[in-house]
């Protein structure tokens, strides 16, 4: 009898196909996340779960899980994990960490053109006829927007995606800092960034770009004071976690032009409410969290949920383990 995975949304084919091979598979069904009570039921005989970030994988949902011995996160980040409730209870975590790097810093450098070059507003400007009404199909004062050359990019969290963006930078010849929990000697020396604090980076930065996880220690590290230390002419960008910035601070000042704008893939409510007072302002864009949003690596994705899977499966440790303690509590493997 093949051990049960219960999948919390439909994924790509590429990872489900081999996920089928050793598992019985059982997929919710629909475009939103099952609800709470849904979750508390189906892992109640799932003996593995694939999670994803919008689905609280809490006490409550551990302690319902009574066969459950392995979480494969279809993400790189696991906040929505309670690992030490976990790891306390014998449950191997599991996550998809490399593969969206690329995707990630493509998407960073996508926002940082769109908001830099007024891009959105530019196509509304269009689309709305007001182009037309201008009478004029070009204007010396007509939506401008900031050059890259020359400007400096400053970087919160040097891990793969921050360094991927750093080395886009070449590209458009900007200078490189970054402010990281340790310095990277070997991608300072690779990339010709530039290690400085916080306070520095936020005060020297033209665009500043956030590729940190959510942790207690990031969690809203920035705010009003952080905020007000920028440029005026400075752009924040976030395609890491919502919670790292304080939105209602961010409101402000867009709004007072403590800054010049913001572009963002991430918020502290997904799906972000048509009444967000950011979706008011001009000076700000925004996208629904499609940092990994491509064919190639979602589809990666799944195959790397495949491969935990089927190496707990085999009894082996899974190739991205989380939770590395979790080894010393139970062996893997479903006997």
Known sequence: MKPFVYITRNIPESGLNKIKKHFDVEIWPEYYPPPKEILLEKVRDA???????????????????????????????????????????????????????????DLTWALILSVTRRIVEADHYVRSGKWEESKTGWHPMMLLGT????????????????????????????????YSRTRKPDAETEIGAKYVDLETLLKESDIISIHVP????????????ELKMMKPGAYLINTARG??????????????????????DVFWQEPLPKNNPLLELDNIVVAPHIGSATIETRSKMAEIVAENLIAFYEGKVPPNLVNKDVIKIKKPGFS
Do not use: H
Not at 244 to 262: F, N, P, Q, S, T
């Open 243 to 264: 919670r790292v910035i304080d939105e209602k601070a961010l409101y402000k000042a867009l709004k007072e032009k403590w800054i010049a704008g913001a572009a963002l």
């Open 147 to 178: 050059e890259l050359r020359g400007k400096t990019l400053g970087i919160i969290g040097f891990g793969r995606i921050g360094q991927a963006v750093a080395r886009r930078a070449k590209c458009f010849g900007m200078k490189v800092i970054y």
């Open 214 to 225: 959510l942790t207690k220690e990031t969690e809203l590290m920035i705010g009003e004071k």
């Open 47 to 105: 003996d593995a779960l694939v999670s994803l970030l919008t689905d609280p994988i809490d006490k409550d949902v551990l302690s319902n899980a009574r066969k459950l011995r392995i979480i494969a996160q279809y993400a790189v980040g696991f906040d929505n994990i309670d690992i030490e409730e976990a790891t306390k209870r014998g449950i191997y975590v599991t996550n998809t960490p490399g593969v969206l790097t690329e995707a990630v810093a």
